[in-house]
């Protein structure tokens, strides 16, 4: 049984150490030091580096301009983390498509491309599943896997793309998983999409949302980004909020709106407060009211976005009419406001509604 047990931690800590390197993960200059000491010529490190993040290639077989002897080198070191299509759902209204990926673990999650007039935007994830248990949401209701690397972020994107023949030009972290949770990862990621000999699409194109990590916010204020903050706050009070995000038990929405006019100080970046209207629940004049003296000081918008149906919720969506009379209350008061459109609805594509629904058997 002795040697049984020294044999198993034998396995694992060779498996530990021969485990390859995830190479979309790197930057260029972390690539090139590598290639250095591999003794090959520097050039080799920005040829790869494009094949992986301008040209999507999905193996090192796919780059045909570095031979066979280096592409079997790369392979023996380093491996390429790539998404596949298990299903794809478009709708019949709109031409959003959601797409269900399967990871190299055998892990799925779900992102969406959208086409608007100004071009392709796609909604990834930052997650397998979410911790934060906000009850309108579909995600956190199959509870929480793992952490994406920023090489699987970069994947949706690559997938999505290749998938529809499409260039997205704008990106949203709004999928399965609470980005701010995964913090080292995003911040890889954002660093790598926005590069200028990646996929070079810039800061101010990025759209990150987050329930509220407030020493994460304080971070990101720090660092300048210019990319879009998005604060999933939906209710004006502590009172509302504490009932459907269990994360203002541990950050109130007076100390999370302090973490966002500290965050719009440094950047001067306006920040998108996303409000789902809950019919009964979030939706009243008092609410409205409540939220408009909340915001004042806060360069800031308010998206407010009917809430989308979920199986186990029982949430309804506030009327046409409740909206349009939260929007005017709140422009009343000097807040910009408007309602989303809603896009991917018929096949669950919309806001909240991601949550890696398939079944296994099918998927396998």
């Not at 031409?95 to 990926?101: D, E, H, Q, R």
Request: aromatic content about 8%; hydrophobic content about 35%.
């Amino acid at each position: 049984m002795d040697f049984l047990l020294l044999f198993l931690k034998e396995c694992r800590f060779r498996s530990f150490f021969l485990e390859k390197i995830d190479i979309k993960s790197w930057n260029e200059k972390e690539l090139t030091e590598k290639i250095i000491e591999m003794k090959l010529p520097k050039f080799r490190a920005k040829q790869i580096y494009e094949w992986l993040h301008q040209k999507s290639a999905e193996s090192f077989a796919d780059m045909t301009n570095i031979g066979k002897k280096l592409q079997e080198q790369l392979d023996e070191i380093f491996v390429i983390r790539n998404v596949e299509i298990v299903r794809k759902q478009k709708s019949k209204i709109d031409g959003t498509a959601k797409y269900l990926f399967k990871l190299h673990d055998g892990e799925y999650i779900e992102a969406v491309l959208m086409q608007y007039h100004h071009g392709y935007s796609i909604c990834i994830s930052t997650q397998v599943g979410c911790k934060m248990g906000c009850t309108f949401c579909a995600t956190g209701k199959g509870g929480f896997f793992r952490n994406l690397s920023a090489s699987e972020m970069l994947a949706q994107i690559q997938m999505a793309q290749k998938d529809e023949s499409v260039r997205v030009s704008n990106i949203v972290l709004m999928g399965m998983g609470e980005p701010l949770d995964n913090y080292e990862n995003v911040l890889r990621f954002l660093e790598l999409v926005s590069g200028d000999n990646g996929m070079n699409i810039g800061m101010r194109h990025i759209s990150l949302s987050t329930c509220g990590i407030v020493d994460k916010i304080y971070d990101l204020a720090e660092r300048k980004l210019q990319l879009t903050l998005s604060i999933s706050l939906h209710a004006p009070n502590d009172e509302i909020r504490g009932q459907t995000m269990p994360i203002n038990k541990k950050w109130n929405i007076s100390e999370l709106l302090k973490a966002c006019r500290y965050y719009t100080n440094q950047t001067s970046r306006r920040i998108s407060f996303e409000y789902a209207m809950i019919d009964g629940v979030n939706d009243s004049d008092e609410a409205a009211r409540e939220l408009s003296q909340r915001l004042k000081g806060i360069i800031a918008h308010v998206n407010l976005i009917p809430v989308n149906p979920v199986t186990e919720t029982g949430f309804q969506k506030s009327s046409i009419a409740r909206q349009k009379r939260f929007v005017r209350i709140l422009e009343s008061s000097g807040i910009s406001a408007t309602v989303r459109r809603t896009l991917g609805a018929d096949i669950d594509a919309s806001c909240g509604q991601l949550r890696g629904k398939f079944d296994k058997e099918e998927c396998n």
